[in-house]
Nanobody, 122 residues
Framework: QVQLVESGGGSVQAGGSLRLSCAAS????????MGWFRQAPGKEREFVAA????????YYADSVKGRFTISRDNAKNTVYLQMNSLKPEDTAVYYC???????????????WGQGTQVTVSS
């Protein structure tokens, strides 16, 4: 497992942008598939985006495709989520996660950060 720490959440108006960062501990970061999930109050945790060990391969939920971009810097042990054109329905706690295989199911991921709140006002 790796230890994950998210940062970059906050409050923004609709149409605005935020960039989330997730710093990972350990020397095996490049071996992990990395994912971002989110959970709104009263809802289940849902997949947002994932990135392969090969940074060129990415996956997105339909709800964020074209607005969000996931990337990773293996030299810095960090994964990012650039969020543009934010909508009120993007409001949630966002979690960074790591897994040994890529998946959109949260049960596949065995390392999780503490979460960072993103609030989008209309």
């Amino acid at each position: 497992q790796v230890q994950l720490v998210e940062s970059g959440g906050g409050s923004v108006q609709a149409g605005g942008s935020l960039r989330l960062s997730c710093a990972a501990s350990g020397r095996t970061f490049s071996s992990y598939y990395m994912g971002w999930f989110r959970q709104a109050p009263g809802k289940e945790r849902e997949f947002v985006a994932a990135i392969d060990r090969n940074p060129a391969v990415t996956y997105y939920a339909d709800s964020v495709k074209g607005r969000f971009t996931i990337s990773r810097d293996n030299a810095k042990n960090t994964v990012y989520l650039q969020m543009n054109s934010l909508k009120p329905e993007d409001t949630a706690v966002y979690y960074c996660s790591a897994a040994l295989r890529v998946s959109i199911s949260p049960t596949t991921y065995d390392s999780w950060g503490q979460g960072t709140q993103v609030t989008v006002s209309s």
